[in-house]
C-alpha cells in the first residue's frame, strides 16, 4: 500500500515521528516538496535526531529515502546533514537518492529572503529566511538552476553568474550585501563533490521500484494551511503541503497512491504570522512551560491553542485523508477542561468551514464544546483501551469531527510513545 502522510493543521504535527513509525510498512520514504525549512524529530532511545532535507525513514536500517524533484535543496546545508548522520553510525550510501531534476536553493535565495520580510516590517510573513521562497519563485520564472546544473560545472558556472550578478542588483535595491561569484561559485562546486554519487533521475528510479512490488511512503512538509493554493495565503510557504503535491512532487501518478494519512496535534500551533482562531495565550504557557512547542529549525516559540475541528474537517477534504495520527495527547494531560472548536462565527454566520480570505479568517471567533479533561498521565499508554477514558473520548470526538478514521495516537516524544487504534 503506497502512503501519502500529510500535515492537516498548521505544519509541526509530529510528521517526522509518524513517518518513522509508518516506515516499518514501506520499502521507501519519499519526500516531495518544502526545503530545510522543515524540522522533523525523531527521538530513539536517549538519541534525538532533527532533520531538514532527508526523510526520516533513513533513521530505520535497509530503508531507502528519496529527495524527489519537487523539494527544492541547499546543497551546503545537504551536505551538512549528511555528514552529521554518517558521524552517527546512519549508513546513506545506496539508501539516499536526489533527484537530478530539483531546483537549488543560492545564496541568493536567502538574501533576498530576508531582505525582502525586512522591508515588510509589521506585515511579515514570518518565513524562516533559508530562501525557499525565493528559489521556488525562480522555478516559476523559469530562471532556477538545478542539480543537474551542478553537475556539469561549466555550464553551472555560467549560469550562476549570469544569476548572481542580477540578483546582486536586486539585492542593492533593498539594501542587502552584495554576493562574490567566485565564494558562491567554490562552495557549490565542491558540495556537488560530495553529493554526485546520490544524485539519479528519481522518476525512473520509483517506477521500477514500483515494477518490483516496492511499497512507497510519501513525506509532506509543513502543513496543509500553509500550502501556496489551499492555506492562509499569504502567510503560506511557497509549495503544494497538501496531498497533490506528493504525486506532482515525485513523478508518481494519482492512481498509484492508495492511501492518505493526516497528521495532527490534539491542539493547534502555528510558526509566523498570519490567522490562528483558536489561539488561547493560556494554552501557549502551559505548553512553553512544560518546554513544549519551540521550532526544530528557527527555535521560535510556536504560538498555541485549543484543536480546531473547522480547520481539519477541511484538511481532510483538501487532502482525501483516510486515517489520522493524533500526536502530543500528553500535552493536555493535566487539563480538567479542553475546548475543541466545532465552527466558526462570522459576523453572525455559523460556518463550519474556514474562509479563503485571511483577513476574513482572522475576524472569525470560535465556536467551542467543551471536553472533561483526564488529569492523569498518558505517557506510560501503549494501548487505546489503556488510556483514560476521557481521553479515548477526545480522541474519538476529534476523528468524528474531522471525519476520518482514527489509526494512530502518540503520547511522547519517543519512538516507543505510539501505538494504533
Known sequence: ???????????????????????????????????????????IGKEKFILHLIPS??????KKCVIANGVVVDPIALVKEIEGLEKRGI????????????????????????????????????????????????????????????????????????RIA???????????????????????????????????????????????QKTLLFEGA?????????GTYPYVTSSNTTAGGS???????????????????????????????????EVSDLLHGMGREFGATTGRARRCGWFDAVATRYARMVNGIDELAITNLDGLDSLKQILVCVAYDLRGKRLLYPPNDAEELLHCRPIYRKFQGWQMPTTDVRHFKKLPLAAQRYLTALAKLTGARLRIVSVGAQREQTFRT
Open 91 to 162: 549508513k546513506l550510501a545506496g539508501r539516499l537518492l536526489i533527484s537530478e531534476t530539483a531546483h537549488l536553493v543560492l545564496p541568493y535565495h536567502r538574501a533576498l529572503d530576508e531582505a525582502r520580510e525586512l522591508r515588510k516590517g509589521r506585515d511579515k510573513i514570518g518565513t524562516t529566511k533559508r530562501g525557499i521562497g525565493p528559489a521556488y519563485g525562480d522555478k516559476a520564472a523559469r530562471t532556477g538552476l538545478r542539480l543537474i546544473d551542478l553537475l556539469q560545472p561549466k555550464v553551472f558556472s555560467a549560469k550562476l553568474q549570469a
Open 1 to 43: 500500500m503506497n502512503t501519502i502522510l500529510v500535515g492537516a493543521q498548521w505544519g509541526d504535527e509530529g510528521k517526522g515521528k509518524i513517518i518513522d513509525v509508518l516506515t516499518e510498512e514501506a520499502d521507501i520514504v519519499v519526500r516531495s516538496q518544502g526545503g530545510n525549512n522543515a524540522g522533523h524529530t525523531v527521538e
Open 222 to 230: 509543513q502543513g496543509t494551511f500553509l500550502d501556496i493554493d489551499f
Open 166 to 212: 542580477e540578483n546582486n542588483a536586486i539585492l542593492e535595491s533593498l539594501g542587502g550585501e552584495q554576493l562574490s561569484f567566485p565564494e558562491v561559485e567554490k562552495a557549490y562546486l565542491e558540495a556537488a563533490r560530495k553529493l554526485r554519487p546520490f544524485i539519479v533521475n528519481t522518476v525512473v528510479w520509483l517506477h521500477r521500484q514500483l515494477e518490483t
Open 57 to 62: 525513514g533513513i533513521l530505520r536500517p535497509g
Open 247 to 281: 504525486c506532482t512532487g515525485s513523478g508518481i501518478p494519482p492512481h498509484r497512491m492508495d492511501r492518505v494519512v493526516g497528521v495532527m496535534k490534539a491542539y493547534t500551533t502555528r510558526v509566523g504570522e498570519g490567522p490562528l482562531p483558536t489561539e488561547c495565550p
